[in-house]
């Protein structure tokens, strides 16, 4: 017996451990204690067994030298058997039936060689069975005054270990509560498990009673004196890792989320230990559909231009689009980094699919029609465009030249090349704005509906909220920001906004493509605003650490063109339901449409040629209505959300 000692790297020896050279010496006494208690079950002791001594001697002598070889061979000394399991038992029922094989081939050669004349080949057999359990239970033994050791041990400091329960008990959760059963110097005790699966309800798994299911959580919690919860399903979606932590906070228990080893194969825990967090998780609402079958028919043998193609909403669109076959699908865009990233993605995911990648701005007009009148769109996703808020509050001229005069570019060239439908990517930012980028989206659906209204085609807008885990957006900032160990800045405690993914942004944006008719705005039904300190902590939680003791989580105050929650649509706009039972269309009556808005667009221009910023904002908020941007003070570009 080995006393425990602290190994190298923090790791902790098991309390008893066996060398395997001292295995090998139990072997061989074993080996030669079958040997004779096989030939004494086949002879019986008397004068019959010593008649037989000189064959049993033989077969002893061929055991030490074939077992131990053969045991070799399979690693029953090259293992750690405080840790065996049923896999270990395989292996010595192998081996061993293995080495009696050797060892009846090698008695059956010195029997034909005449060494032996009398050999009661049954012996043979009781050998086997004998071997297996002597072996067997030699490595069980092992095992067993290990964990009577670390019982002793446990019951010896019982009084200062945490009282643990253990959410799940599939394997992760039968594989945690087994490491705390072995490793009673963390010491941990878990006294109970919670699972949904009602087969599992009142099974004991190593011990430890399925007590109840997760909606009986707190009462098990109670009932079992519990310190701390463990959450052990590497695929807890975030509505139980919400409830869950919900429960816990009301009763003043810390919980945690156990990455354990499969995460860690699966790569889904990085140095720092953190849960990675599922987009999806955050949205509180179920996904929108999609009408699988009206989005095929749109764009299958259809000739499809992407502008952004190298954004997150434009790649998205791109592999979305990409699956409904269509003839050929074109990217547009500006920076040929992230649109060479895109086109590589693509072809390794589109197979087959023509690819043809443009490197234009949508501001030049010849460059965009020369493209139109090669590639003929039949169908056009506009997604380029500036959308930090910040950042176009000091670079108006450019918010205006790119979301504007860029969306009026591409239209004109949709036009003249004999585009069937357009769809133009938009914001709820748009409604009624307080900032240079709101306020130039929603000039630009007000060019999208005029084209619609001048040509009669199925040229329309789609509108919607934030997109969680894209390019610069909210998640991914605060990703980073716990990553570096906080604190997460949020500029606001009652800030609020509409959330989506981005395969349901892109799902929207193709069922619009599908059934738009012209002219409308296109609006998904999003549920109610989520708060952005909600969000934080929501990040923070699936993360697996806790907000406010783990990571910090601290005001900036509102920034220029930010509104404290946002809106879909005007109070005054109609909407009206489509076949689509997540997809709202509304009628933008008070919008700019034929001389006036030619117009506008114009004097913007003139006003971008002159730099005149102030010119710029006053003149979108005397067209775009219930504009008030530049209300706020100068933008703190430092601060983040």
Known sequence: MVPRMPEKR??????????????????????????????????????????????????????????????????????????????????ISVATATASVVMALTIMLIILAGGLTNFPRSVIGIDWLLSLFSVGGLRLAVRVLAESGQIIQKADGLAGMRRVLVVGAGDAG????????????????????????????????????????????????????????????????????????????????????????????GGKVSVNRLREVDIGDLLRREPARIDEEGVGRAFTGKRVLVTGAGGSIGLELCRQVGRWHPDQLALLGHGENSLFEALLELNDNLSGLPLIPYVADVRDAERLDAIFD??????????????????????????????????????????????????????????????????????????????????????????????LGSRGSIVPIFKRQIARGGPITVTHPEMKRYFMTIPEAVHLVLQAASMGEGGEVLVLRMGDQIRIVDLAEDIIR????????????????????????????????????????????????????????????????????????????????????????????????????
């Not at 117009?599 to 006053?618: F, M």
């Not at 008030?628 to 933008?635: T, W």
């Open 174 to 265: 039968a594989l945690v509560v087994r490491e705390m059963q072995r490793n009673p110097q963390l010491h941990i005790l878990p006294v109970a498990f919670v699972d949904d699966d009602a087969e599992k309800q009142g099974k004991d798994i190593h011990g430890v009673r399925v007590a109840g299911t997760t909606r009986q959580l707190a009462s098990v919690i109670e009932r079992s004196r519990v310190d701390e919860v463990v959450i052990a399903i590497p695929t807890a979606p975030g509505s139980i890792v919400r409830q869950v932590s919900d429960i816990c906070r009301s009763l003043g228990i810390p919980f945690r989320t156990m990455p354990g080893v499969y995460d860690l194969i």
């Open 374 to 467: 090669e590639f003929r769109p039949e169908v056009v996703f506009h997604a380029a465009a500036h959308k930090h808020v910040t950042l176009m509050e000091v670079n108006v001229e450019e918010s205006v030249t790119n979301n504007v005069v860029g969306t009026q570019r591409v239209v004109d060239a949709a036009l003249r090349a004999g585009t069937d439908r357009l769809v133009l990517i938009s914001t709820d930012k748009a409604v009624e704005p307080v900032s240079v980028m709101g306020a130039t989206k929603r000039l630009a659906e007000m060019i999208v509906r005029d084209a619609a209204l001048r040509s009669g085609r199925a040229f329309v807008s789609v509108r919607f909220g934030n997109v």
């Open 542 to 641: 699936l993360s697996g650490l806790e907000p406010g003791k783990d990571i910090e989580i601290v005001y900036t105050g509102i920034r220029p063109g930010e509104k404290l929650s946002e809106a879909l649509w005007d109070e005054t706009m109609h909407y009206q339901p489509t076949d689509h039972p997540d997809i709202v269309r509304l009628e933008d009556d008070g919008a700019l449409e034929g001389e006036a808005l030619q117009g506008t667009l114009e004097e913007l221009t003139r006003l971008v040629r002159d730099s005149d910023s102030q010119a710029l904002i006053g003149l979108l908020n005397e067209r775009v209505p219930g504009s008030v941007v530049g209300r706020m003070p100068p933008p703190d570009l430092i601060s983040v959300i």
């Open 10 to 91: 923090g790791l902790i020896r098991p309390l008893f451990q066996i060398r395997n050279r001292f295995l090998l010496l139990g072997d061989l006494i074993l080996i030669v204690t079958s040997v004779l208690a096989s030939f004494a079950l086949r002879l019986d002791l008397g004068q019959l067994f010593l008649a037989y001594i000189p064959a049993a001697g033989t077969m002893i002598v061929v055991a030490i030298i074939v077992k131990p070889l053969v045991y070799f061979l399979y690693g029953l000394y090259r293992r750690y058997w405080v840790y065996a399991s049923t896999r270990e038992l395989l292996t």
